[in-house]
């Protein structure tokens, strides 16, 4: 197969000013006409060529004329009309079989509903059309179908008129007056319940809110409308951005590849991303809700109103309305939480993908199936490109540069560079350095080393930064890195110091580093200083340092900055582990952790929700990317131990933390009681590491008089890393009380999978072949082996190679059917260069297996053959 490449980038032949379509819908046949107001674009006599996959034509038609049969051509990919006037109406009309559409892309059936998906080019399996971002067009939509079975009947925009028809039929009509591209359309038919709300907007128009569910499920969906409510405020106070048609409608569905869709006025959500109560939801899901409630609304200022040229451009809209989605959770609750978790989510997602053969740029320059391009690089890579452009220029500086941006751009399909101009001209600066980082894949690292001289009370910070070599691009170039620092003496006092060339004594300062190299000299630095570095997780990169643990130590206790309070804890958690991983345990050096951690958990200060996330130390998956070659049992192993020796030591304490913050009352779901919450689960998940009776039956006594989901999952999981009869037990009772529940049988499939015990595998084999095991069902399959390839490395990467192969024949046989989903669980196979020789070997039998299968998908060859390179 061919690759599309960004430097071919030609503007469309045609455009289209009006789309005005008509379903007639039926499961297996539905009928699509289309009327499309077409003109072409410049001077040329180019044929029209229109994409449409695998669309059953009935007719096509020119101004009212039907087309004679040698006057266009059909492919299984598109319909090509040789000579065509400058300006015309296209008439077609096609037949499609939703119901057998098991690829979740074009029009589909999700538990009897009709519901679309059309990003990135799935408009092209509904209707011929120039399937692009940059063609932008009004859109009228009627749809007509069988009133009982399809009481609701939805798309973009503005309802117009809506009534009954002869036969138990009715039709609805939709008119959508923001011009847009063909992936934000939508249409849903179906019975769903509704949950109606309205929000004001700055300007005192009201729009009408309307989430649609499930029959029985609309009081489960008040968390995400609050959660859109708080959204649209938060857009217009933080970016001045209002929401402008009269109706925003959301839509839950059961069976959907990814997490939701922004199409204009009616999102699209995987019910895992919107339905919530106490009693089925974490605190996590909430979490996410919240997060991705508002990130599909921002998508309506930065996506749909503004959209991309083409789909190099995609980080455009998705690095940007990631980062807003994470400013907006700081906001909600807490912004150091959110960062710590932020930044957590980059290393387990990102960091592996950039230091693998799939690492790519933030703007990528060629692809075979843009579907695979969805990445944590685009998406949390990009958010992290957009947030160094805030702290190089300043809050007020980028608020400016955003609000050209909309002025600028609205109403077009853009590029990055479009972007970065209204910053640069905002802001009189030449930011074209700082456009390395979109162009630039990998993560940097940054070295750090201090010499101070306590004669002169100076400070000499030398900062080095490298990037190794990713594929296609061997020589990297250093990076505007902007770092920022604080100094601490000994005893945890902030040290002020002057910056050479400054006068004015500071506490803290952001430098950018652009030079491969560059010694920083800091003055009246009253004593030995631990330097505080990359403050708030300040640039996208891995830091080496080589300061004294003892500096960590003066961090974890008393760094100003949460963030690196935090870090501390992690640097020195990290060295342990892989010490130890390398058969050098430092037995001295863990006991003084554990001593460290027990005085962190008595901090009075410190918020609940931080320090739950100070007691769980790095992922094993992290823990893997950064020690050459990886050995995943070795590091499970020592990472347990280490667990082991934190519960051991602050046993008493831990037990006191969790029986002291047992809830009593009604459940809030606010951030201060997820906090509480959260960190209780941890102490019990820490204890789990030191399986002796009290521990056991802690866990039981949590798991049974939990009155939440969260706390339920919380003794559910602490079971599971135990294990043995206990933890049977009490998956059967799981089960038996929750199996009605799709959502939370998930999480019974996924807990697990993430099961330590030795016959992990036997027992997610035999779970494929439970009754509600559903391949076709993306959450339930991403659920068991999803979870199992990526969130239980030590048992994934069993030697026998019996792991890489039970995924690789998940991925085959989801192939078949759907290629999005397959293609994303090629991933864990594709750091194989990273692990022990013969693990590696093993992995790479797989990938070539899965390559060399007849009939795959691009979307599974592209990452296969790409991670084989
Ligand atoms: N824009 C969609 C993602 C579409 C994925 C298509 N394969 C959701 C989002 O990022 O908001
Ligand atoms: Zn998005």
Redesign the pocket.
């Given at each position: 197969p061919q690759p599309i490449r960004l430097s071919d980038y030609r503007p469309p032949a045609f455009l289209v000013d009006e789309v005005h379509l008509d379903f007639q819908l039926e499961p297996n046949a539905t009928r699509v006409r289309s009327r499309l107001t077409l003109r072409r674009n410049g001077e040329h006599a180019e044929p029209l060529r229109l994409d449409g996959v695998r669309l059953k034509p009935v007719s096509v038609a020119i101004d009212g004329r039907p087309l004679a049969e040698d006057a266009y051509a059909i492919t299984p990919e598109d319909l090509t009309i040789a000579s065509v006037p400058d300006a015309f109406v296209l008439e077609t009309e096609v037949e499609i079989d939703p119901e057998g559409n098991k690829a979740l892309e074009g029009l589909y059936m999700s538990g009897g509903r009709f519901c679309s998906q059309c990003?990135?080019e799935g408009f092209r399996k509904i209707t011929w059309f120039p399937d692009r971002p940059d063609v932008l067009a009004r859109y009228t939509v009627r749809i007509e179908a069988d009133q009982a079975a399809f009481p609701r009947l939805l798309s973009n925009g503005n309802l117009t008129q809506s009534g009954a028809l002869a036969g138990g039929r009715h039709f609805a009509i939709w008119t959508d007056p923001f011009p847009k591209p063909c992936y934000l359309f939508a249409l849903v038919a179906g019975e769903l319940d509704e949950l109606a709300d309205s929000f004001v907007t700055m300007s005192g128009r009201q729009v009408e809110l309307r989430i649609y569910v499930d029959p029985g499920m609309a009081q489960r969906a008040l968390y995400a409308m609050d959660s859109l409510k708080r959204s649209m405020k938060w857009d217009e106070e933080t970016f001045g951005r209002e929401y402008d048609l009269d109706l925003f409608m959301i839509v839950a569905v059961r069976d959907f590849?990814?997490?939701?869709?922004?199409n204009k006025g009616l999102n699209v959500f995987n019910s895992s991303l919107l339905l919530a109560d106490p009693e089925t939801a974490t605190d996590f899901d909430y979490e996410r809700i919240e997060g991705v409630v508002a990130?599909?609304y921002f998508?309506n200022w930065t996506g749909n109103r503004i959209t991309c040229r083409d789909w190099f451009q995609l980080c455009l809209k998705?690095g940007l309305?990631v980062f807003r989605d994470q400013s907006f959770s700081g906001d909600m609750r807490g912004a150091v939480v959110q960062r710590i978790k932020d930044v957590k989510a980059l290393r387990a997602r990102q960091f592996p993908e950039d230091a693998g053969p799939l690492a790519h740029q933030v703007r990528p320059s060629s692809y075979l199936k843009i579907?695979n391009f969805?990445t944590a690089t685009i998406y949390e890579k990009g958010a992290e490109v957009i947030r160094m452009l805030k702290t190089i220029l300043g809050a007020e500086m980028f608020r400016k540069g955003m609000d050209l941006y909309f002025e600028r751009w609205d109403g077009h399909a853009t590029t990055v560079e479009a972007f970065i101009q209204c910053f640069a001209d905002v802001s009189g600066k030449d930011l074209s350095a700082f456009f390395a980082w979109y162009e630039q894949a990998g993560t940097p690292k940054l070295e750090v080393d201090a010499a101070y001289d306590a004669e002169a009370k100076a400070l000499e910070l030398t900062l080095s930064q490298a990037t190794a070599p990713t594929p296609g691009q061997p020589d990297k170039q250093p990076l505007p890195l902007p770092v920022a620092l604080g100094l601490l003496d000994l005893d945890g006092e902030v040290l002020s110091f002057r910056q050479e060339g400054t006068l004015a004594p500071a506490t803290e300062a952001v430098v950018v580093l652009d030079q491969a190299r560059q010694t920083l000299r800091f003055e009246g630095v009253a004593s030995e200083p631990a330097v505080s570095v990359l403050r708030g997780f300040s640039a996208p990169v891995r830091v080496v340092s080589a300061a004294p643990a003892k500096h960590r130590y003066v961090q974890l206790a008393a760094d100003p900055d949460l963030f690196n309070r935090w870090e501390a804890g992690q640097d020195l958690a990290r060295d342990l582990i892989l010490a130890r991983a390398a058969g050098e345990p430092d037995e001295v050096g863990e006991e003084r952790f554990a001593e460290a951690m027990g005085r962190a958990l008595n901090d009075q200060a410190a918020e609940p929700a931080f320090k739950a996330l100070l007691l769980s130390l790095p992922s094993e998956s992290d823990l893997a990317v950064i020690s050459a070659p990886a050995d995943p049992a070795a590091i499970r192993e020592a990472r347990e131990s280490l667990r082991a020796r934190l519960a051991i030591h602050l046993g008493d304490q831990l037990r006191r933390l969790h029986g002291g913050l047992q809830e009593a009352g009604e459940f809030s779901a606010s951030a201060e009681a997820a906090g509480r919450r959260a960190l209780r689960n941890a102490a019990l998940e820490l204890l789990a590491a030191d399986p002796r009776a009290i521990n056991v039956d802690r866990a039981v006594g949590h798991f049974q008089a939990a009155g939440n989901m969260t706390d339920a999952m919380g003794g559910l999981a602490a079971l599971m890393l135990m294990g043995g009869e206990p933890f049977e037990q009490a998956l059967t009772a799981f089960y038996e009380r929750w199996k009605a529940e799709p959502l939370v049988i998930d999480k019974w499939f996924a807990v697990q999978a993430r099961s330590p015990s030795e016959d992990a595998l036997g027992r997610v084999l035999g779970l494929t072949t439970h009754p509600d095991f559903d391949a076709k069902n993306p959450n339930r399959f991403r659920a068991l082996v999803g979870t199992f390839a990526a969130g239980n490395p030590a048992r994934f990467h069993d030697p026998s190679g019996d792991g890489y192969r039970f995924l690789a024949d998940q991925i085959l046989a989801v192939d078949g059917f759907n290629p999005?989903t397959a293609a994303r669980l090629v991933e864990p196979l594709g750091g194989w260069r990273r692990y022990r020789p013969e693990l590696g070997a093993l992995m790479r039998a797989q990938l070539e297996r899965i390559v060399a299968t007849e009939g795959l998908s691009k979307n599974v060859f592209e990452l296969a053959s790409r991670a084989l390179e």
């Open positions: 990003e990135a590849n990814f997490g939701a869709m922004e990130h599909e998508h998705e309305t579907d969805y999005m």
